[in-house]
């Protein structure tokens, strides 16, 4: 994924930023939300976040 379309993506549960690890990116916030990755491309939906 382009690293703009990266420094873009945020949180939908928070709107904070995420950032890759991994697998999954995770948010900023307190407390931490993960989104998995899957083919290249995160699953950014709010019913599928798993708190970090």
């Given at each position: 994924?382009?690293?703009?379309?990266?420094?873009?993506?945020?949180?939908?549960?928070?709107?904070?930023?995420?950032?890759?690890?991994g697998?999954?990116?995770?948010?900023?916030?307190?407390?931490?939300?993960?989104?998995?990755?899957?083919?290249?491309?995160?699953?950014?939906?709010?019913?599928?976040?798993?708190?970090?």
């Amino acid at each position: 994924m382009s690293e703009w379309i990266e420094q873009a993506l945020r949180c939908p549960k928070t709107g904070t930023p995420l950032s890759r690890q991994g697998d999954h990116y995770v948010s900023s916030s307190t407390p931490a939300w993960k989104y998995r990755i899957e083919n290249d491309v995160p699953i950014l939906l709010p019913t599928e976040a798993e708190q970090a």
